[in-house]
């Protein structure tokens, strides 16, 4: 059975530090994708970034960066200079390709608190 | 940009009562997803679509049942609710069957159950 673990329950930063989320994942099938997505106070979760499991390029977009290592099962989200509208709950997923109806697996989030 | 939109917000109910949650998406996407998120627990599978009366258990549907009458639509029916169901019920679809498709997020319905 597939499982994504993201073992910071929340963290706490004060504007201008980098901070990186930890993802780690479960699985024994060799196809399937990774997401992040954000969830900010409004409520609706946004996609970030999808990363397929032949792609271990790390990949950067702005202020944000996603490190992918199948050696350690993992896919860590650094947002670099973190501001105050980064204050968000972060979830990373997974999604298997080899079976029917592909479900996206969750993990439980982490909180992600920038002060000013 | 593809819109999903959850016709409540907030709702409070009474044991017992019938509920519905209603979810609309505008760009004909095939998928729609309910999810449930409860703190710790990150999000949960309800039940999905993959086209119009068409239905899939997720992992917790216990409780819950689902209609989709119309490709746009996907309501969340709860017979009976109870207070184990208060949480925040979150709305999602994708375009596709098939595939490591994006889901694109309703703005959520947080249900409190007394």
């Known amino acids: 059975a597939q499982k994504v673990t993201q073992a910071q329950t929340e963290i706490s930063v004060v504007e201008k530090e980098d901070v990186t989320l930890d993802c780690v994942y479960e699985?024994?099938?060799?196809?399937?994708?990774l997401f992040w997505y954000k969830q900010p106070p409004s409520g609706e979760l946004v996609f970030l970034i999808r990363?397929?499991?032949?792609?271990?390029q790390n990949e950067i977009s702005g202020r944000y960066s996603w490190n992918f290592q199948k050696s350690t099962s993992s896919f860590n989200f650094t947002i670099t200079a973190s501001q105050v509208v980064d204050s968000a709950v972060y979830f990373c997923?997974?999604?298997?390709?080899?079976?029917?109806?592909?479900?996206?697996?969750f993990g439980t989030g982490t909180r992600l608190l920038v002060s000013p | 940009d593809v819109k999903v939109t959850q016709s409540s917000r907030y709702l409070v109910k009474r044991t017992g009562e019938k509920v519905f949650l209603e979810c609309v998406q505008d760009m004909d996407h095939e998928n729609m997803f309910w999810y449930r998120q409860d703190p710790g627990l990150g999000l949960r599978l309800i039940y999905f679509s993959y086209d119009v009366k068409m239905k899939e258990k997720g992992d917790i549907p216990e409780g819950y049942s689902v209609s989709r009458e119309k490709k746009e639509r996907f309501s969340l029916i709860l017979e009976s609710a109870s207070t184990n169901q208060t949480s925040m019920y979150l709305c999602a679809s994708s375009l596709r069957p098939s595939g490591a498709n994006v889901l694109t997020f309703g703005a959520g319905s947080r249900l409190t159950v007394l």
């Open positions: 997923a997974l999604i298997l390709m080899n079976t029917g109806f592909q479900k996206l697996v």
């Open positions: 990363r397929n499991s032949f792609d271990e």
């Open positions: 699985t024994r099938d060799t196809t399937y994708y």
